[in-house]
């Protein structure tokens, strides 16, 4: 054979592999099948659907999600919406919580509205009975925040799940607060569960991945196609990063969540805040229902401050040093924002006696973060006068 021929065909995959601990990286759109019968037999023709590592990172998310099926999506957002274009079509109806993600209320009115699916937004501090008292004749799904975004109301997650399924309603939530660990909404009785694995699962701020986790065949069933019909795919390079991030996950976020609750309970005495918004704290309009379902908590919470000019909330947020500004969290690193901006867009507004503030706890030594918030606490004070 002519040289160009023999480098085409050389260093092709070993016929076998040596056993690592984590899956081997595979880079392929083409999948070589072993004979002409397999070419549409064999469930794996194409390397969009998947290779070693993304298999890996499917098997171990059906384990932490306690599933049948898991499906990955390139980002969080898209987790989310993929699985609602999955599961609706024209005429159907979406009953969501206005404390959800803000993208994901941008998805369902901007997109969804547009493809003849209704939207109807609720109060998230409604009861279930009051949640589920709106479920209309049209309503496919319920899609569910908990905590919400920002301001961390807490749902009865198993009493909607509960009711929803009485009246042939299916249930989506965003879980990436608990980060599939802390909370388990399939045995819960929810129907999907989904997670932005960008945020805890990776746990260092370099991985876009979302993924979405049924129990139910028929749903799993459904999300398949919709990734398959969809084009969604992950590579595996990313894949093999976000398992080896979830291997870690437990004992990473058994530190952000002791050393949030310490930092939390020392900002609620602190004369420049009002209060805290954690549900994992007594006190907590949602602690009960935390406390009966969660068996931890993660490292985001807000706080209210006290009264004072935006000069002071910019002074605070200025006079961060360890404290990142930025939007994501569930990384190593602390983050801090301000969320006003964000709630000025939403209908059933959260009364709030002062600017409001989310801060994620990283993996810094408690102490040092906890005088860094001092020095930004008085910095707040110097800027109100």
């Known amino acids: 054979m002519h040289e160009k021929t023999r480098l085409i065909h050389a260093g092709r995959t070993p016929e076998r ?63 989310l919406t993929g699985a609602l274009l999955a599961v609706l079509k024209a005429g159907d109806s979406v009953l969501l919580s206005e404390g959800a993600y803000k993208p994901t209320r941008q998805f369902c009115q901007n997109v969804l509205g547009r493809l003849g699916v209704r939207i109807q937004l609720h109060d998230a501090r409604l009861s279930a009975e009051e949640v589920l008292a709106l479920v209309a004749d049209d309503t496919r799904i319920i899609l569910l925040e908990s905590p919400s975004s920002l301001t961390f109301e807490i749902q009865d997650v198993p009493a909607i799940a509960a009711g929803a399924r009485a009246r042939g309603v299916l249930t989506l939530i965003d879980n990436t607060w608990a980060a599939g660990l802390y909370f388990k909404p399939l045995a819960h009785g929810v129907d999907i569960s989904v997670q932005a694995l960008t945020k805890y699962v990776c746990g260092h701020s370099d991985i876009f991945m979302g993924s979405a986790a049924a129990a139910d065949p028929a749903i799993g069933a459904l999300l398949e196609a919709g990734v398959h019909d969809l084009g969604w795919a992950v590579t595996g390079e990313a894949a093999y990063d976000m398992l080896r991030g979830l291997r870690t996950l437990p004992t990473r976020l058994a530190r952000h969540d002791q050393s949030a609750r310490a930092i939390a309970g020392w900002l609620a005495e602190q004369p420049q805040v009002l209060k805290v918004l954690h549900p994992a704290l ?39 040093k360890l404290f990142g500004l930025g939007f994501s969290w569930g990384g190593f690193e602390s983050l801090a924002i ?48």
């Open 17 to 79: 592999l040596a056993r690592t601990v984590g899956p081997p990286i595979q880079r392929g759109s083409t999948v070589l099948l072993p004979d002409s019968r397999a070419l549409y037999d064999e469930d794996l023709g194409y390397g969009r659907a998947g290779l070693a590592a993304q298999a890996a990172l499917i098997d171990a998310l059906t384990e932490l999600e306690g599933a049948q099926s898991v499906q990955l999506y390139p980002s969080g957002l898209s987790a």
């Open 282 to 320: 007594p006190g907590d309009p949602g602690h009960a229902i935390w406390a009966r379902d969660y068996s931890g908590a993660c490292g985001l919470f807000g706080l209210v401050m006290r009264p004072a000019p935006l000069s002071a909330q910019h002074a605070f947020l200025d006079a961060l």
């Open 338 to 385: 301000r969320c006003d901006p964000q709630l000025a867009s939403r209908t059933f507004v959260t009364a709030m006696e002062g600017p409001l503030m989310r801060l994620h706890i990283g993996l810094e030594d408690e102490a040092d973060l906890t005088r860094d918030l001092t020095a930004a606490l008085a910095a707040y004070d110097t800027a109100t006068g």
